[in-house]
């Protein structure tokens, strides 16, 4: 028996115009029509035959979909295999501050010419995006980091990206946003509470954090706050008060994060310290 095509719609938890889709088609298609949204998809198995921009178009596994507001495009799968998609929907509304943010020479009716598109980071950006508001395992640092990357790629394609803007000298401003970070490595900090403590922008800041430092600020922020749970467990605290206070959702996520720096589980640590 043929399996259903399925479609599952998120809303972000953080950001109220941000909607993504995760999709398994078979033999349905959809019928024409047009978003009033950026929509940008990622083929992830499958083929994907659809009409856009006045022409009919295949996506292979990998490839990047994007429609205009206001773009008139269908689709169905293109085989016997069911296609398997994902699909964020951006209003212009806050996709164009951000391209202007990333280093874009222009704002205001973007648009993008290609519907298809091979670019593996832009890929990247846009499938961890659906994975951070379907999962709600994301928190809103993770989530701006994401759209902030897949802005800087349309900027890229839009042809309207300088990568020298914004440039100068910022030393002193990131090593004061590292600093509050980790002297506040126990609050649930925002992208703008950590930007307004090193006097930048956003978005200049993040562009900025991650070229100094080689690390997000949501990583830095998630590696501080292993470091005082570390402390804590080493202080004889019990494992289920820690998990809470450093702001991780559960103890799978702590277990998680404290395994992937240090090599066992909070607990496994706790216990080789106290031997």
């Known amino acids: 028996m043929e399996p259903e095509s399925r479609f599952r719609y998120t809303k972000s938890a953080h ?19 047009a978003h009033e949204e950026h929509a940008f998809g990622v083929t992830l198995t499958g083929r994907q035959h659809f009409f856009s921009s006045g022409e009919y178009h295949r996506s292979t596994p990998g490839t990047v979909i994007h429609f205009n507001p206001g773009e008139v495009h269908d689709g169905h799968s293109g085989s016997d295999a069911p296609l398997n998609y994902v699909m964020a929907y951006i209003p212009a509304r806050r996709l164009e501050p ?24 832009l890929k990247r950006s846009i499938v961890d995006l659906v994975r951070l508001i379907a999962s709600r395992a994301g928190d809103e640092i993770e989530e ?27 030393d002193s401003l990131l090593m004061r946003a590292k600093d509050y970070i980790d002297s506040h490595a126990g609050h649930d900090l925002s992208l703008d509470d950590i930007s307004r403590a090193a006097n930048l922008s956003k978005f200049h800041f993040l562009r900025l954090f991650r070229r100094q430092f080689g690390i997000t600020p949501h990583k830095y922020v998630l590696s501080c706050r292993v470091n005082a749970a570390r402390a804590a467990l080493e202080a004889g605290e019990p494992l289920d ?27 496994e640590y706790q216990r080789s310290i106290t031997c």
């Open 15 to 33: 950001f109220a115009d941000l909607t993504v889709l995760q999709a398994t088609m078979t033999s349905f298609s959809y019928d024409r029509h």
């Open 144 to 170: 701006e980091q994401a759209l902030f990357r897949i802005a800087a790629g349309v900027a890229q394609h839009a042809g309207c990206f300088d990568p020298g803007g914004n440039a100068r000298n910022a």
């Open 241 to 267: 008060d820690v998990v809470y206070r450093y702001g991780f959702a559960d103890l799978s996520h702590f277990n998680r994060r404290f395994k992937r720096i240090y090599g066992m589980t909070p607990r």
């Open 98 to 121: 951000l391209i202007a943010a990333a280093g874009g020479t222009r704002v205001g009716n973007i648009h993008l010419d290609e519907p298809r598109m091979r670019d593996p980071e």
